[in-house]
């Protein structure tokens, strides 16, 4: 699997990716618990960034390594983590929800991403 994604900060500053076909409630697709903190730092000062992801490895990817399977009662999903980030150590650590299992059909044990420039 291989999309692209558009995630935008709403006036309060809460993060959230653009899933047209969604069809749970807006709240289960707000950024929280570090991925909000990985979108600051990739998208700058920008309120929107759109970014590539897939299961497999391609070409100026980034890579995210889960950790661990959250328990559904601890609301499901896995922590990632993102050592570098362009070359850069980050040590970040992110909760990516049940979402995630919607988008990859399960919870891959690295995700890959890049940033797509826009014009």
């Known amino acids: 699997m291989v999309q692209d994604f558009r995630f ?3 006036l309060d500053g809460r993060w959230y990716v653009e899933i047209p076909e969604w069809k749970g409630p807006k709240e289960d697709l707000e950024m929280v618990q570090g991925a909000d903190s990985m979108l600051e730092l990739i998208s700058g000062d920008a ?3 759109y970014l590539t992801f897939a299961d497999v ?3 100026g990817a ?3 390594v ?4 959250r328990e559904p009662n601890l609301g499901g999903g896995g922590d990632y983590f993102l050592h570098k980030y362009e070359g850069e150590t980050t040590l970040l650590r992110l ?4 979402v995630t299992n919607y988008v990859f059909k399960g919870l891959p044990e ?3 991403f890049r940033k ?3 014009e």
């Open 66 to 69: 889960l950790e661990h399977v």
């Open 62 to 64: 980034e890579v995210l």
């Open 116 to 118: 797509v420039q826009q």
């Open 95 to 98: 909760w990516l929800c049940e």
């Open 8 to 10: 935008y900060k709403e």
């Open 57 to 59: 490895p391609f070409d």
């Open 47 to 49: 309120k929107e960034c």
């Open 110 to 112: 690295q995700i890959y």
